[in-house]
């Protein structure tokens, strides 16, 4: 009896722990990453956009004084346009490299399909680089 | 009373532009700090206060970390009837202390003794407090300048190039227009002069 | 019945082994197949622990003492309603509470961290894994709670009268669910680093989230542990520094100064070994304090080591404590900071200085409660470390903690000059010395009393000087006040959030003071009928009733009370003999308001009719109690999520208008 209640209980977590072995599509676990740069780049804004309204918020208030204020508003706004750009030159570069491999995955699927025709390409994974 | 607050505002106001402002402000929360330190607080001085203050340093032998003030045990009622008996008689604070160190052992003082190996328990705190606060300053001056810029994507330029970031500086102005702020990065705005922030 | 419960027991620890395996595993060998089973295996491990907790509330209900835990923390005369007390009440039971609680609380971190940190994810999950796998793991192999007697009683052993309280169905869970919760920002700080995913700050929006979740659990689980002990332990304090308060208050100490230093990693992106460290021993202590204060038989540090499952305890806190600080050696080169210091008079400053002195007050409690410890090896005397030195110790201390929470928030961020802060400090400087000047003068003379007291009012002119000049200002561009007030908060909630919550440590803190220094407390002989009088109150003894019950006797004393010659009412306070547990349990009268409240504890009644009684005077501790609502409000006004503009939006060209999703 005890062995049976144990089972039934066991199947829960058995077909939990099974069902992206059996379903199989658990191809996008990881596609994005929180470490890309394009994360990063997006933190930084998020940073820099609060340190200007921050800046705001106390210069108003009179906690922060002119000077520092305008040194400051200039730093993030700096910080912001230069996030802006890494970000345009990021996608620029994954553009380019996107349209590389297309134009690798086309070669090689040329060259298969010259020696044959039956064979499939497995689509190639995005990996983005970790850093050191 | 607010005329009271303006005096006392402009005396504040004209003491700290005599004295450095670091020392001002230090000397404030040092004696802040200083006078805060001051002994334990005695409630009054009759035989009462006495009583509870010497109960609240004994410790109830057999509860579990009470003082006898606290535990309604009746062994704790029966030694605050002792101090209170002892107090009538004119004994004093350290005899009665004494009588129950004798009795029990130092552990029925809720203070750790001042004599041999507990006098650690005194000192240890004040001297990491030290050491805390003297850490504390010098990582203040160390982590200045001390850090690992990751460099943003630079296009060969140099770091300061306002022309090639000017056109990205109007589209955050922009997209900062729904908070209350001012136009410019560099502009400024006279209404807002230093007398105004004075709450 | 009871073998399902037991079932599920053995299965959610065999799942929560396997979780830790199939995420590292499959995180390192890149396999996301295994991963993604892993956290689906993690998702059902709630539902087990659910089965089994359903199990021994049915066996409380329906009162099947074969189960010895049921027989151990119940009897027939218990009300069904106490059944979810004496859950907890008892060591198996509370450990069972602590596992049910983490395991549906990581399964929904892990619902959070999956989309946002799916690097982390498989890490942060392995982790809060191997947590709940050792609290399973000593509930299976040790303290089971659906063990079965080999015979069937007819009725229970009872439950633990002090327990019978409003206020147990909700500190010990609270208090016990606080401690475990911070083993979530822990493990998404530690798995951030285990997947090098640490080094950028990706975890700090979610290890802010959850560490705040835990502290605001564990604030409000103080602060009913305290009111609980004021009500019903009957001395009329609400604190003592003993060992079990000590070890429930230091891990909140350390998550206090890690919900404020990870504010400046989220904007600066420093302070990042600083967090890691803070996690760390914010978890290690919350571990200690989850040990020493389960219901069960360890109710002080040294009984703490005795028992075989307080080694393992002690253990598993080594380890868990040695392997976080391995991975954070081993990566630490990632987690340089990104910018630095710029100024000492700066927020960041503050925040570190305030993290300082948090720290310092744990220290303090750590050693004076194991102090004893040492003592003892040392010279082999017993001693005691009470209340007076912690007073003592940590009373400038914590005063120090005051004043920095008005000075901290004038400090703008990044930089701010001398002569700037100066000026922003004299209203509220002017005011706490006003305070104190006029404290001195109304005659409340003792030195620390008016500083705390000056100290107090400063922070509070600081605050409400700050929201005053911050409405103005956004009245100066053309808003009414009352819109100007409202949109000034509601556009910076984390920044006013954090404001309310410090309006109510305010109220804590004034309640606290005041009722430290000025309690007025009088122990009297009374004879039925006697009138005496405390402060501005005057009372009669009516007289005392004897009452038996099946589980205990009770003496029943009632007062009529005038306060300032008008009568206020009755009051009845009681005293109880439970035969069964030995234990007498008092119940005082407390009459609250805003000032001060009134309270008679029955201490003793004697032969011949007279009776001994604690009067106390306490003032402002009702603004203690209050201050937990006041706290929560201002924690989910912090965290109500602020709108950014988004990059995307930005970078349109002008001119283009885009739907904000």
Redesign the interface.
């Known amino acids: ?2 062995i049976i ?2 089972l039934l ?2 199947l ?2 058995a077909i ?6 059996i379903k ?1 599509n ?2 996008n ?7 890309s740069p394009m ?9 820099a ?18 000077d ?1 204020y ?1 040194w ?3 730093e993030y ?14 996608e620029e570069q994954e553009a380019e490299l996107l349209a590389a491999i297309e134009v690798e995955i086309r070669d090689v699927r040329e060259r298969i399909s010259g020696a044959d025709p039956q064979q499939d390409d497995p689509p190639d994974s995005q990996d983005p680089a ?2 050191a | 009373m607010p005329a009271v607050i303006f005096r006392l505002n402009k005396l504040l106001y004209l003491l700290s532009s005599q004295v450095s402002a670091r020392t001002l402000l230090a000397g404030a929360v040092f004696a802040l700090l200083l006078t805060a330190c001051a002994v334990t607080p005695e409630y009054y001085t009759g035989l009462d206060a006495r009583a509870q203050s010497l109960n609240k340093n004994i410790m109830c032998p057999i509860c579990p970390g009470e003082s006898i003030d606290q535990s309604q045990a009746t062994i704790a009622l029966q030694m605050r009837e002792i101090v209170r008996e002892k107090l009538s008689e004119g004994q004093s604070d350290a005899q009665i202390r004494n009588f129950f160190v004798d009795r029990y052992g130092p552990s029925v003082l809720m203070e750790p003794p001042t004599d041999g190996f507990s006098i650690l328990a005194w000192i240890v705190p004040p001297v990491v407090v030290v050491v805390a606060i003297v850490a504390f300053l010098l990582a203040i001056k160390g982590m200045r300048g001390n850090e690992q810029r990751t460099e943003l994507a630079d296009s060969g330029n140099g770091p300061s190039d306002p022309d090639n970031l000017e056109r990205y500086y109007q589209r955050i102005e922009a997209a900062l227009e729904p908070s209350l702020t001012r136009a410019t990065t560099t502009g400024n705005d006279a209404s807002n002069g230093t007398e105004e922030s004075n709450g | 019945m009871v073998e399902a419960g037991q079932a599920a027991l053995v299965i959610a620890f065999v799942v929560a082994l396997y979780v830790p395996i199939a995420s590292f595993v499959g995180s390192w060998q890149k396999a996301p197949e295994l991963t993604a089973s892993g956290r689906y295996g993690f998702y059902t491990v709630p539902v087990l622990l659910l089965i089994a907790t359903a199990v021994l509330i049915y066996s409380f209900v329906i009162r099947d003492f074969s189960v010895k835990y049921v027989f151990e923390n119940s009897n027939l005369a218990m009300p069904q309603i106490y059944t979810w007390v004496a859950f907890y009440a008892g060591n198996a039971g509370s450990l069972l509470f602590l596992a049910v609680v983490l395991a549906i609380a990581s399964v929904i971190a892990v619902l959070t961290i999956r989309k946002r940190l799916p690097y982390t994810a498989p890490f942060a999950t392995g982790i809060m894994a191997l947590i709940i796998a050792f609290f399973l793991g000593i509930i299976v192999f040790m303290a089971n709670p659906l063990t079965v007697l080999d015979f069937v009683p007819t009725d229970g052993q009872g439950i633990n009268p002090l327990l019978i309280h409003f206020g147990m169905f909700i500190h010990p869970p609270l208090q016990m669910s606080g401690l475990v919760l911070v083993a979530i920002p822990f493990s998404i700080a530690v798995g951030a680093l285990a997947a090098r995913r640490g080094g950028r700050d990706e975890w700090v929006d979610l290890g802010r989230l959850w560490g705040m979740i835990s502290w605001l659990i564990l604030t409000i689980g103080l602060l009913l542990g305290s009111w609980w002990a004021y009500t019903i332990l009957g001395w009329g304090g609400y604190w003592a520094w003993d060992p079990v308060e000590n070890s429930a208050l230091m891990p909140w100490l350390a998550m206090t100064a890690f919900v404020h230093s990870i504010m400046v990693q989220k904007r600066r992106g420093m302070f990042r070994m600083w967090n890691m460290v803070l996690i760390i021993v914010a978890f290690t202590l919350a571990q200690m304090g989850m040990f020493i204060n389960r219901g069960g038989p360890v109710p002080s540090v040294h009984s703490f080591a005795q028992s075989a499952m307080g080694w393992l305890f002690l253990i598993f806190m080594a380890v868990t404590m040695v392997a976080a600080i391995a991975v954070f050696f081993w990566r630490l080169e990632s987690l340089k900071s990104r910018s630095s210091l710029e100024s000492p008079w700066s927020r960041e400053s503050a925040f570190l200085g305030q993290n300082i002195l948090f720290l310092l007050v744990a220290f303090v409690t750590l050693w004076g409660t194991i102090f004893p410890i040492f003592s003892e090896a040392a010279q082999g005397t017993v001693i005691t470390v009470g209340r007076p030195f912690f007073d003592l110790v940590n009373g400038p201390l914590l005063l120090a903690i005051v004043f920095l929470m008005g000075v901290g928030p004038l400090l703008p961020w990044r930089r701010a000059t001398v002569r700037n802060l100066l000026r922003t400090l004299r209203v509220p400087l002017s005011v706490g010395l006003l305070t104190g000047l006029v404290l001195v003068i109304i005659g409340i003379r003792q030195p620390p009393a008016v500083v705390a007291f000056a100290t107090l009012s400063l922070v509070l002119a600081g605050i409400i000087n700050e929201w005053v000049r911050g409405t103005r200002s956004r009245h100066r561009k053309g808003e009414p006040y009352l819109a100007a007030f409202g949109n000034l908060l509601s556009a910076n909630r984390p920044r006013y959030g954090g404001y309310i919550v410090h309006m109510g440590i305010l109220m804590l803190a004034v309640g606290a003071i005041a009722s430290s220094f000025y309690s007025t407390q009088r122990d009297l002989v009374m004879e039925p009928g006697e009138v005496a009088s405390v402060g501005s109150y005057t009372f009669e003894y009516m007289g005392v009733e004897d009452r038996v019950y099946s589980d205990r006797e009770e003496s029943l004393a009632s007062f009529t009370v005038f306060k300032d010659g008008e009568y206020v009412g009755n009051m009845e306070a009681y005293r109880a003999f439970y035969p069964n547990f030995r234990i007498a349990a008092t119940k005082g009268a407390i009459r609250s308001t805003l000032i001060e409240d009134f309270y008679i504890v029955p201490s003793e009644f004697q032969d011949g009719g007279q009776a001994v009684f604690r009067v106390l005077v306490n003032p402002l501790v009702w603004w203690m109690w209050a201050s937990g609502p006041i706290i929560t409000l201002g924690i989910a006004f912090g965290l109500w999520p602020v709108r950014q503009p988004a990059m995307a939006a930005a970078r349109l060209p002008r001119g283009v208008q885009v739907a904000r999703g």
């Open positions: 009896m005890f209640i144990a209980i066991a829960i977590p939990a722990v099974l069902y992206p072995f199989g658990a191809a676990e990881w596609l994005d990453d929180e470490s994360a990063d780049l997006e933190r930084r804004w998020d940073s956009i609060s340190g200007i309204k921050s800046a705001e918020l106390e210069n108003s208030i009179g906690n922060l004084e002119e520092d305008t400051l508003r200039q706004m700096r910080e912001a346009a230069l996030v802006m750009r890494s970000m345009e030159l990021e970790s850093s």
